[in-house]
């Protein structure tokens, strides 16, 4: 799934190769992903592109103040071309959903792929008509997202830190793949419970969540959009490196299992060496 550093940099590029160019083509290929039907999506055919902005996990484009906002779940992406084919996209058995083209024949496809199909599209007149958006919690990368404002957030939780991470209404932008990176930097077990954490651990988190958005950020931005998914890959510690040597300490990186996902630590840096059962309703390890 992309998540915040992955859906900065695509904005950030579709930000600056399409500003200013106008919209000829708007193409609806999965019908089931527009989740809005007024204004239409034909709306932004023939107006200019004045910015792309990051909300959270949502892709928003203002398009002379018609806003097309997409989430893209857990396997979307916008795959982006110097130059579209002519042929028109049609609703069909593909992972294309969108294509928008632009004056100068380039253009993008939102795409998902898997039989999930949760990718979501919005035409609205401002982002926040998107309930999930006006729901969003705060951002992890605002200047004011102090050890404070973090621990504030977690007191008021009843869960663990695991899942406190990926509420989007707490703390927007953060998923799977970089909550087990932070927690691992941390030295956190992701199922301590989240209002449990002292002072010291809430400062060691912070430190930890920030410093690896950031670094994901910065080394996302210079990327073309084709370029973002490999290198998340390629830079994830634990997250996906299940049986792999931790890179910290050489133990080998587990994993807990769930119905349609699952989290990677290392037992040594964050549980004490007490490897956490792999079922959902066991007595993890706190």
Partial sequence: MPELPEVQALTE???????????ERCELAAIAALKTFEPALDTLIGRTLTKCTRRGKYLCTDFDGMWLVAHL???????WSESLPATRATPGRSPLALRVGFSDGSGMDFTEMGTEKRLALWVVRD???VEAIATLGRDPLDPDFDPDTLGGLLAGESGT????LVHQSLIAGVGNAYSDEALHAAKLSPFKFAAKLDHAEVARLHEALVGVLREAVERSSPLSATELKGDKKRSMRVHGRTGEPCPSCGDVIRQVSFATKSLQYCATCQTGGKPLADRRLSRFVK
């Fill in 13 to 23: 590029f579709i930000d600056k190769r399409v500003r200013g160019l106008h919209v």
């Fill in 73 to 79: 779940a857990r396997g979307g992406w916008v795959k």
């Fill in 127 to 129: 982002p926040s008509e």
């Fill in 161 to 164: 830190i695991k899942n406190a």
